[in-house]
Every structure is written in structure tokens, then in C-alpha cells.
Nanobody
Framework: VQLVESGGGSVQAGGSLRLSCAASGYTHSSSSYSMGWFRQAPGKEREGVASIDSDGSTSYADSVKGRFTISKDNAKNTLYLQMNSLKPEDTAMYYC????????????WGQGTQVTVSS
């Protein structure tokens, strides 16, 4: 499975971006995968931002609740992250990740897309 992120860029605080993650090479139905967005800022550990399970249920880090929305289009094999009301502390490299629903660890990762938010 290959994951390719896009949509990153530079934006001022309060702005919005939508990240996309195109998946290919699925070995199972796309609906069998749980997907997530992670981010890593310089000098910090990678953290989970949002996830969407194979049944469509979502979860978010407290720091992004109410501002970010994760969604996926199984027909297009694409994962999205709509980011609104961006803050400078959202600046990071964002990665999408995938796993078959019966695994607990993500084992497919994209190369990342940079998001920079200026004040």
C-alpha cells in the first residue's frame, strides 16, 4: 500500500488548509482500513492528530477538536484532513497512515506534507 499526501503549504493564523492522502495498492477493500493523520514538529515527538476507523467513527486530539475534520472517500481511496482556524502551533510535517482494521499499529505511512502557520 502506498500513501501520498498533498495539500500542505504556508498559511496565516486563522486560515484553512485541506490535506489529502491518496492510497494505492490496497490488498483488501478500502473500507477494511482504518486511517489516521499524524504530525511531527521539529524537536518534538510524532503525535496523532485524527483517525477514522473502518466503520467511519472518528477521533481527534484535544488540541484540534472543533477545528480539524477527518474524512475519507472509499470510492476514491482518498483520506482528507480539513484544517480550519489554524494556529502557529499546528506547524509540522503531517503524515497519513493506514492499517487493516484488525491491527492496532499503523503499518503504512506516507512521506509527509509540510504545514506552516505564521502568526
Amino acid at each position: 500500500v502506498q500513501l501520498v499526501e498533498s495539500g500542505g503549504g504556508s498559511v496565516q493564523a486563522g486560515g484553512s488548509l485541506r490535506l489529502s492522502c491518496a492510497a494505492s495498492g490496497y490488498t483488501h477493500s478500502s473500507s477494511s482500513y482504518s486511517m489516521g493523520w499524524f504530525r511531527q514538529a521539529p524537536g518534538k515527538e510524532r503525535e496523532g492528530v485524527a483517525s477514522i476507523d473502518s466503520d467511519g467513527s472518528t477521533s481527534y486530539a484535544d488540541s484540534v477538536k472543533g477545528r480539524f475534520t477527518i474524512s475519507k472517500d472509499n470510492a476514491k481511496n482518498t483520506l482528507y484532513l480539513q484544517m480550519n482556524s489554524l494556529k502557529p502551533e499546528d506547524t509540522a510535517m503531517y503524515y497519513c497512515a493506514g492499517r487493516l482494521y484488525y491491527y492496532s499499529d499503523y503499518h503504512y505511512w506516507g512521506q509527509g506534507t509540510q504545514v506552516t502557520v505564521s502568526s
